[in-house]
């Protein structure tokens, strides 16, 4: 897989738009649940993406 480009960008941005992106958030926390977070992906218990604040 190679690097993203701005066309990339701009074709995702595009997209969200239309409304024809979504995605799913399956964990959304401070920095601090990293790990256990992290353990949750690697077995496979997560669905969709992990979003972790740093503040």
């Known amino acids: ?3 993203v480009t701005p066309a990339d960008i701009g074709a995702l941005l ?3 738009s239309q409304g024809r992106l ?6 959304r926390g ?3 649940s990293a ?4 353990r949750e ?3 496979g ?4 993406k ?3 604040s740093v503040a």
Do not use: K, Y
């Not at 790990?35 to 992290?38: F, M, R, Y």
């Not at 218990?45 to 969709?48: A, Q, T």
């Open 30 to 32: 401070d920095w601090s």
């Open 50 to 52: 992990a979003v972790l």
């Open 35 to 38: 790990g256990p977070v992290l």
């Open 41 to 43: 992906m690697s077995a």
């Open 1 to 3: 897989m190679g690097a």
């Open 14 to 16: 595009g997209l969200a």
């Open 22 to 27: 979504r995605v799913e958030m399956g964990h």
């Open 45 to 48: 218990r997560l669905r969709g």
